[in-house]
């Protein structure tokens, strides 16, 4: 492998901080229902170093039969009263993020060891039975030119009771 091939490579990254209930816990519904849409929020951006990196993309990397991901949307905290970890699409309480302003395909700038204003959710629609959690919270980011991939511990649960 050439040098220059090898400097394109995505490397695995260690720049996040997980931070947020996901990292230690399970967002979930109680009684997800089937054809009902529903968001989880990433764990926040938390840049643990001291130089600033660009979030370019996330997705899960566990998603279960019976879920299928229609998007990752971008909000920001002013525009959303806050880090909204969950939402039911259709709901208004807490907030309809039908009704927020999506900044998702921008990218997010994350300075040295601050919380980016703006966060990202995954929205799931609900196709048949759920028998696993959701997880895996993988974040493509890039610092001094370089590409990196890191995943976050999250668990998002779809009981279907």
């Known amino acids: 492998m050439s040098a220059c ?3 394109n490579a995505v490397r695995e990254g260690t720049a996040l901080r997980a931070t947020g209930p996901q990292a230690v816990g399970v967002l979930g519904f109680p009684h997800a229902q089937v054809g009902k849409s529903y968001r989880f929020a990433f764990p926040p951006f938390v840049n643990g170093t001291g130089t600033k990196l660009v979030v ?9 039969k019976g879920a299928r991901v229609i998007g990752y949307p971008v909000y920001s905290v002013d525009e959303t ?6 939402s039911q ?3 208004k309480y807490p907030r309809d993020m039908t009704k927020v302003p999506n ?9 040295p060891h601050k919380k980016s204003d703006l966060y990202a959710m995954v929205e799931v629609h609900v196709t048949g039975q759920v028998q696993h959690h959701l997880g895996g919270c993988q974040i493509t980011y890039t610092q001094k030119g370089r590409k990196y991939r890191q995943t976050l511990r999250c668990d998002f649960a779809l009981d279907m009771k």
């Open 81 to 86: 009263d806050g880090y909204m970890l969950d």
């Open 103 to 111: 900044h998702a395909g921008k990218p997010i700038t994350v300075d």
């Open 56 to 64: 370019e993309s996330v997705k899960l990397t566990q998603v279960p």
């Open 5 to 7: 091939a090898s400097s």
């Open 89 to 91: 699409v259709g709901l």
